[in-house]
């Protein structure tokens, strides 16, 4: 695997690589509270299928700049800004946790850079908003949330004893606990503990709570092909935040996605049941002919 340093929307970007440097690109993205190292288990499987696999650093995270705003559009902005500064005009966007919101906001709001979708329990965030506001239940799920608006507390929580809240948000929010062994939760801590970085991640979830208004296109109807991989013991989201009704009137005519549930994981699908993920993903890309898939 390769290190690349990119510079897109403004800002420096630390990213992992993997496959040929002429392979169709497979832009993956991570969530909360991860790193560019959550895809470890994809990358070198996509590459060995012929992609150019890119995983970065996504803003305020690892060994990317720390810097604001946070807004979804401007996280948009920044996933399209790397299909650029990678040399290519499409990719396959793939995102998880809070990189899927960022994958379906580019999707919507840049779609000339994205030529298909791939989600892992993340839904659609207009879809999410609305069942925040409906959905007792989901409501409940959330309300770390509520508590992440709290000024400097939560930064506390997530980085004291060497960023413990860190690493207990990894295992203890996982299904398959064992995904995370004490040396695979280290790099995360590590990077927790970097200035800025916890207030950074936090203010993903401040910064939507607080509608900030968003700048840039507006989100159109997703029109990409589009593939949703499930971790059904999710304890964060309902599966019903992926019901098709519920997503339909954010994808254009015709575009009915398809969902994969993933039995035996957990919210951090790709790390829980990495073979299983890799399976699903591979089939529907089409390892064989992935070149013709951009």
Do not use: C
């Not at 650093?57 to 800004?81: I, M, S, W």
């Not at 203010?203 to 092909?225: H, L």
């Not at 398809?258 to 049941?273: D, L, R, S, Y």
């Amino acid at each position: 695997m390769d290190t690349l340093a990119l510079q897109a929307n403004g800002l420096r970007f630390a990213a992992l690589a993997d496959g040929p440097g002429d392979g169709p690109l497979a832009l993956l993205l991570h969530g909360f509270p991860e790193l560019a190292r959550s895809w470890r288990h994809q990358l070198p499987a996509l590459a060995a299928a012929g992609w150019r696999a890119v995983a970065p650093d996504l803003r305020g995270y690892g060994g990317t700049e720390k810097r604001g705003p946070f807004d979804l559009a401007t996280l948009a902005a920044d996933a399209a800004g790397l299909v650029r500064a990678l040399g290519r005009e499409r990719a396959v966007v793939i995102g998880h946790d809070w990189g899927g919101a960022v994958a379906w906001a580019v999707a919507g709001r840049h779609p000339e850079v994205v030529s298909r979708l791939v989600v892992l329990n993340a839904p659609h965030p207009s879809a999410f908003a609305r069942e925040l506001r409906r959905n007792r239940r989901q409501l409940l799920r959330s309300s770390y949330m509520l508590l992440f608006q709290v000024p400097l507390l939560p930064e506390w929580l997530l980085t004291r004893d060497r960023a413990a809240g860190v690493a207990r948000a990894l295992r203890g929010g996982s299904y398959v606990r064992s995904a995370w062994p004490a040396e695979e939760l280290e790099p995360y801590r590590r990077a927790f503990l970097q200035p800025g970085a916890a207030r950074a991640a936090l203010g993903y979830y401040r910064a939507a709570f607080r509608g900030r208004r968003s700048r840039g296109p507006r989100p159109r109807p997703i029109s990409a092909p589009t593939l949703i991989l499930w971790g059904v013991e999710d304890r964060f989201l309902g599966v019903e935040t992926i019901a098709r009704a519920k997503l339909a009137p954010y994808l254009a005519p015709g575009n009915a996605p398809e969902i994969v549930p993933i039995e035996g994981a957990g919210h951090f699908v790709q790390n829980e049941a990495p073979e299983q993920v890799n399976a699903a993903l591979l089939r529907w890309l089409g390892a064989a002919t992935g070149r013709s898939a951009t």
